[in-house]
């Protein structure tokens, strides 16, 4: 283990190394490595795809369950999105020496503010293999070394993905030190790597609640991240009944196994009787499960082909991350506004409403990072929001929150000129 963690220190050094270096790279250079890395992707998806069905095997076989299988399985059509990612990634404006505020002080002093790179971020992720890829290009991008350390279920996915990131950025000319791989899944290394604050600006934890909290309480540096996302959609009384099953049903079925899908429904009383049936005829037909209150169990109980539960307390504020909902038939808005504030998570939440002031009052009091009117929770992802991929998404309240891009991932600092002002 000594020669495990020497190494890390060792990589920890050369990643702040690179890292200086690469925060003075020009957007050109910056650009024609993610371009090298998407083009890497596509050269190297035989050997990607090979590596992953490794992890994928040897998860089922340890017993993982069917969404955390989904989020590790990689496929030649995934590939090829997140190979467009890195190209979206690069066509964006570069954030890194944009000079802002700017203004002149009474005694001439001029001064603004210039944004420039954190310097290097720790990745701590789990499951998802895309991570490697969206967190190393940001971070390039940004001008931030980075080090990456994935979980052990994708060890080999993630170590045939940095090998392309590593050689890509050589290839353009950006120094290979600034993105670092640890191969070591060992826990006993992150916990080191959390107390490296001489080396490491920024954690950014990617996983579950466990992971996130054990990183929140042991790191020495900031960190960024977010633990369970438990996201609701309220349905009031005057919604076209159409969109709202549109909604439901793509916020819940599109993919269930992701951090954005819908958890919970909430069905105004006035129109749950016409909304509930056409929207669980539809869920059934995609095989979601729906745990109903009291209400909505009346409701849907008399159609035996429906997949129905009922809804124990537990259900309220759970992150199902499966074909999975609950489902709540409330009096108003405002019952549905204090069960989204006592269940929610602070990620995503959305009401459907022809009403004009029902969503303003919705999206001014709903506590979350991202809030909907009239559209599915689906659409919380970097790429969606055109940032072009995320680090992680943040329910915190610090300077990101929401998906994190280029510009979240970003500091500043205060410029001044003067012509020889002197403080009296």
């Known amino acids: 283990m000594e020669t495990a963690i020497k190494e890390l220190k060792e990589k920890a050094q050369a990643a702040k190394k690179g890292a200086r270096q690469l925060g003075q790279l020009s957007a050109e250079v910056k650009n024609r490595a993610l371009t090298s890395i998407s083009a890497g992707l596509n050269s190297s998806k035989d050997e990607i795809l090979a ?50 505020d700017v203004r002149t002080l009474p005694n001439g002093l001029l001064i603004g503010r210039k944004r420039v790179p954190f310097g290097v971020i720790g990745a701590i992720y789990e499951s998802r293999p895309n991570v490697t890829i969206d967190i190393s290009v940001l971070c390039l991008k940004s001008g931030n070394g980075v080090i990456l350390r994935g979980g052990k279920e994708a060890l080999h996915s993630n170590s045939a993905l940095a090998s392309v990131v590593q050689k890509a950025v050589i290839t353009a000319g950006v120094p290979g030190e600034a993105v670092q791989f640890i191969d070591n899944t060992d826990r006993v290394l992150v916990n080191h ?30 960190v960024i991240g977010a633990g369970e996302s438990v996201c609701h959609t309220y349905v009031d009384h005057n919604a076209d009944i159409n969109m709202a099953v549109e909604i439901a049903f793509n916020a819940k079925v599109q993919r269930p196994s992701v951090c954005n899908a819908l958890d919970t429904i909430l069905v105004h009383a006035d129109i749950a009787r016409s909304l509930l049936p056409v929207l669980a005829t ?3 037909g995609a095989g979601v499960e729906m745990h109903c209150d009291e209400r909505a169990l009346s409701i849907l109980k008399a159609d035996s082909s ?11 504020g759970r992150e199902f991350l499966a074909l999975v909902a609950a489902v709540r038939v409330v009096n108003s808005l405002d019952e549905a506004l204090e069960h989204i504030e006592k269940y929610g998570s602070g990620a995503d939440e959305a009401i459907v409403t022809e009403d004009y002031s029902t969503a303003m009052r919705f999206l001014n009091e709903v506590d979350a990072a991202c809030v909907y009117v009239n559209a599915s929770t ?14 992680a998404i943040s329910t915190q309240k610090m300077h990101a929150r929401g998906p994190i891009g280029l510009r979240e991932l970003t500091t500043y600092k205060w410029i001044a000129f003067g012509s020889g002002q002197v403080r009296l």
């Open 51 to 100: 590596a992953n069905e490794i992890d994928c095997r040897e998860a089922e076989a340890s017993g993982m369950d069917a969404a955390m299988l989904d989020r590790l399985k990689l496929t030649s059509d995934r590939l090829d999105d997140i190979a467009r990612d890195v190209l979206s990634v690069a066509a964006l404006p570069d954030p890194v020496g944009e000079v802002f």
């Open 193 to 222: 790597l959390l107390k490296m604050d001489s080396f490491v600006d920024l954690i950014i934890p990617r996983g579950g609640a466990e992971l996130i909290s054990f990183v929140r309480e042991n790191a020495a540096m900031p």
């Open 282 to 284: 539809k869920w059934a």
């Open 306 to 316: 429906l997949k129905l539960a009922p809804a124990t307390d537990d259900d309220w």
């Open 378 to 391: 689906r659409f919380t992802d970097g790429g969606q929001f055109g940032l072009g991929a995320e680090v």
